[in-house]
């Protein structure tokens, strides 16, 4: 949508995660965190990721600039668990 030099765009990604090999070579005892958070990824393996985004653009016919916001919602077997915002600037 266009509107006195400014264009807006609506965007989304959809995304699957995978992980066919997860060992790893934490030692459980000195890292008990990470071990933990790994195993906890070794026994998902499959995450979704939906991120919706809202483009600005404008300017004059020469020079432009771009806003992006973005949000990332990674699912893992139907609860959100993490929410992500990023905003960019070109």
Known sequence: MTFNGFDFAFSTRFNRLSFNKTKN??????????FE????TAQTKNYLFFEPALTIR?????????????LGVIS???IINLINFTLAWA
């Open 25 to 34: 070579q934490i030692d459980r005892t000195l890292n008990q965190h990470e």
């Open 58 to 70: 404008g300017g004059w016919k020469n020079i432009r600039s771009s806003y992006k916001v973005q």
């Open 37 to 40: 958070k790994l195993y906890a």
């Open 76 to 78: 893992i077997m139907n």
